[in-house]
């Protein structure tokens, strides 16, 4: 199981190809504000994906994921994750 902290969306393709089904991707920075722009790629990804609250500016309203696949992760929830993946890769 491998944790994939993606930073911005340069790499999203290599990642979403990387993930196994019992990965996780986390977006973070960047990739985190752009997220509400990724609806239709996030149903394809066959792992969990979610966004890092924390990171994402005042006007990025938490509700535009309501509909999507996305959930929306916390810095206690991201020290879960890792601790429950084994691996994890960051994707700058």
């Given at each position: 199981m491998t944790l994939h902290v993606l930073r911005s969306l340069n790499h999203l393709d290599a990642c979403v190809t990387t993930?196994?089904?019992d990965d996780f991707i986390l977006l973070v920075d960047q990739a985190a504000n752009n997220a509400h722009?990724?609806?239709a790629v996030?149903?394809?990804i066959g792992c969990g994906v979610g966004v890092l609250v924390d990171?994402?500016?005042?006007g990025t309203l938490t509700e535009q994921f309501a509909g999507?696949?996305?959930i929306q992760v916390s810095d206690d929830d991201w020290?879960?994750?890792?601790e429950r993946h084994s691996n994890q890769v960051s994707w700058s």
């Open positions: 993930a196994r089904a722009s990724m609806n996030v149903k394809e990171d994402l500016d005042e999507m696949r996305i020290v879960t994750l890792t």
